[in-house]
């Protein structure tokens, strides 16, 4: 228990600072805590963090989690989402290419988990980030 809140301060002490900042800096942290995340789901998953698996996974999640300004280098006929079957496509050719021993519900819950985390931070840098003060509205809220 000592440990933890320990650990809790420190984090703390590093993301309110982040957090205060906003722009770059939170996007940054939100882009590292979502490929956290993923990596807990994987050692949930009793599977093996450094693999094509993980590294696919990583990069779904960050296509979704990053900014719409970060973008805009991709042509205007490829939107966000084709990028993310790309990264789920990509996914499902592999458990062709490794002989099934990565399966179909290996495949299901990376690519539910590049929607459900990247989702969720990418919302919570856009809220952040909002010119309109959103987080405050947010935060009096609660």
């Not at 099934?100 to 919302?123: E, K, P």
Request: a positive charge; glycine letters at 6%; hydrophobic letters at 55%.
């Amino acid at each position: 228990m000592k440990q933890r809140i320990i650990t809790a301060v420190v984090a703390l002490i590093i993301f309110i600072p982040i957090l205060i900042l906003g722009g770059v800096w939170i996007e940054v942290a939100g882009c590292a805590l979502a490929v956290i995340a993923l990596s807990e789901v994987f050692i949930m998953r009793k599977k093996i963090i450094v693999s094509f698996d993980f590294l696919i996974s990583a990069l779904g999640v960050l296509a979704v989690t990053v900014p719409d300004s970060l973008l805009k280098w991709l042509p205007a006929y490829i939107s966000r989402l084709d990028v993310i079957y790309l990264f789920v496509v990509l996914l499902l050719l592999n458990t062709v290419a490794s002989k099934n021993r990565t399966t179909y519900d290996d495949v299901a819950v990376s690519a539910l988990s590049i929607f459900y985390i990247g989702t969720g931070f990418h919302y919570f840098i856009m809220l952040r980030n909002d010119p309109n003060g959103g987080w405050i509205r947010c935060c009096s809220r609660c």
